[in-house]
């Protein structure tokens, strides 16, 4: 499975933008996804992610509140809302797919990674 990670850009501090993630063969409803990130010199971390089954979600602390992310069935994809963006959101995102029920932090509970998508929050 090929993810896609698109939506990025640059946005001023307070600002809004709207990631989504697809798969190459459209089966992205198959899998829990998860969005994580990285900024330079840091490791990549967790942001959120979506089980394929209830569509219960879990979110790291620091998006609380701020972030969102939806599972679109009819059209395969999986978008995350990022409201409020803050300077310190800078970082390249990136979509994952797990085939399990794991929604949770760990790089190595998800199989497939896509390209990631470049945000540029400004101060």
């Known amino acids: 499975v090929q993810l896609q990670a698109s939506g990025g850009g640059l946005v001023q501090a307070g600002g809004s933008l709207r990631l989504a993630c697809s798969a190459s063969?459209?089966?992205?409803?198959?899998?829990?996804i998860g969005w994580f990130r990285q900024s330079p010199g840091k490791e990549r971390e967790f942001v959120t992610a979506?089980?394929?089954?209830?569509?219960?979600?879990n979110y790291a602390e620091s998006v609380k509140g701020r972030f969102a992310i939806s599972r679109d069935a009819a059209n395969n994809m999986v978008s995350l809302q990022m409201n409020n963006l803050k300077p310190e959101d800078t970082a390249v995102y990136y979509c994952?797919?797990?085939?399990?029920?794991?929604?949770?932090?760990?790089?190595?509970?998800?199989?497939?990674w896509g390209r990631g998508t470049q945000v540029t929050v400004s101060s």
């Open positions: 063969d459209r089966t992205l409803n198959n899998y829990a």
């Open positions: 979506i089980w394929r089954g209830d569509g219960s979600t």
């Open positions: 994952a797919a797990s085939k399990t029920f794991y929604t949770g932090p760990s790089e190595t509970g998800y199989i497939y």
